[in-house]
Nanobody
Framework: VQLVESGGGLVQPGGSLRLSCAASGFAFSSYGMSWYRQAPGKEREFVAF????????NYADSVKGRFTISRDNAKNTVYLQMNSLKPEDTAVYYC?????WGQGTQVTVSS
């Protein structure tokens, strides 16, 4: 199993970013996928989840209404669209499949 995140960067408050997680080594279309994040000095926390069909999604309260998780099973990729970003969204963002984690991508929200 390999999970490779991309799309992080520096963005101003109120801005947007789209993260991608390219997956390989397993039957991607058969598994739900999650995004987590870890801010400096804090524990890793759940952000969003999507079922294998994309028919159900859930979000942490802190991102609900601002972030959208989606997937493209033809491309073996899961996305996290992040809008109205806040400084408190600053963290390393990870995608997760069961016990497997990607290496993470840094998101920094700052003016």
């Amino acid at each position: 199993v390999q999970l490779v995140e991309s799309g992080g960067g520096l963005v101003q408050p109120g801005g947007s970013l789209r993260l991608s997680c390219a997956a390989s080594g397993f039957a991607f279309s058969s598994y739900g996928m999650s995004w987590y994040r870890q801010a400096p000095g804090k524990e890793r926390e759940f952000v969003a989840f999507i079922t294998y069909t994309g028919g159900f999604r859930n979000y942490a309260d802190s991102v609900k209404g601002r972030f959208t998780i989606s997937r493209d099973n033809a491309k073996n990729t899961v996305y996290l669209q992040m809008n109205s970003l806040k400084p408190e969204d600053t963290a390393v963002y990870y995608c997760k499949l069961n016990d497997y984690w990607g290496q993470g991508t840094q998101v920094t929200v700052s003016s």
